[in-house]
């Protein structure tokens, strides 16, 4: 057994170990700087003012938000700063104007660019958006709206405990980004909400999402260009449109899409499932080695579907074919009920079908009985038990 005295030392340089840990990061408290509560005052500067002051140090940061609702604009968060270490610890909302017209013509409300090392911690970001949605479904003219969170060209970043609620447009953007977390991530907004994408990743890599709660009108998470070691692992999605790999295809010259895990998600009253889109035209882009682990669908309408055919209003590609190459996609433990006769369906392309698609141990059931696969263009094979029969 270890003596008094040296339990003794041992304890006191614990505790110095976390005080000096404590002391290195300074703290700016957003009220302090002006910032005020009462989610009525703009305080856009106090925000800024904070930023600025953490940005410019070369120690560890934290600015502290504090219980409370504060009003902010569409703000930027620019670096390249000093510090590779500034931490949002949030405690109450950040709300959006509330006349959507304010910020609905900023691509983002809340962006961070070309920042090293920024976390967020906690909040719950508030777009406002339900009047803009009104408006988009009056058919009225209305601006496109802004996503609520926007990363740019940034690495090293964390968002943690974080509640995004009814964004006027896309919830989180992750853009040409490298190694960013999100861990306990909420984000809800209504079933019909339009373009209210949970989380949308493009031209980035080493992605990670875990243990996320997403409820939208459109895709949970959507998979843009140009993305590569992305994870995303626990994540339950619906309402809303599944996880989406796409719309590829889009342009010309396209960066792929490669490297993508999606393992342990859980799939209620969706519209799809798991799914890789792409435009019916020509493209240099591709999809491969994706894996699809572990899902339970519960009523989702195309559970497993791969749709090379994509081209909403029938403008700009009926008529042309896919130039998005798809391979190496493996669905493996994938289980529950289709709200359609057709619980997997792959549509590729004619130029470029499909290759290596594996099915193990997949059973979707429709209304308590078979459902039906459907193949066009789509080569691979099946291990396992595979309900419906697979087509490939
Ligand atoms: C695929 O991505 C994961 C992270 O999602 C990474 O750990 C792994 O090394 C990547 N594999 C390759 C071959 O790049």
Known sequence: MANPRSLIVLSLAFVFMIN?????????????????????????????????????????????????????????FSGPCKNNAITFRIAGTLVAPSNYRVIGNADNWIFFQHVNGVTISGGILDGQGTALWACKASGKSCPSGATTLGFSNSNNIKVSGLISLNSQMFHIVVNGCHNVKMDGVRVSASGNSPNTDGIHVQMSSGVTILNSKIATGDDC?????????????????????????????????????????????????TQNGLRIKSWGRPSTGFARNILFQHAVMINVQNPIVIDQNYCPGKKGCPGQVSGVRISDVTYQDIHGSSATEVAVKFDCSSKYPCSKIRLENVKLTYKNQVAVATCSHAGGTAAGMVQPTSCL
């Open 221 to 269: 998470v959507s998979i843009g260009p140009g993305t590569s070691n992305l994870w995303i692992e626990n994540v339950a999605c619906g309402p809303g449109h599944g996880i989406s790999i796409g719309s590829l295809g889009k342009d010309q010259q396209e960066a792929g899409v490669q490297n993508v895990t999606v393992k342990t998600v859980t799939f209620t009253g």
């Open 20 to 76: 000096s840990a404590l002391a290195t990061a300074v703290t700016y408290n957003v009220a302090s700087l002006g910032a005020k509560a009462n989610g009525k005052t703009d305080s856009t500067k106090a925000f800024l003012s904070a930023w600025a002051k953490a940005c410019a140090s070369v120690k560890p940061v934290v600015i502290y938000v504090p219980a409370g609702r504060f009003l902010l604009r569409n703000v930027v």
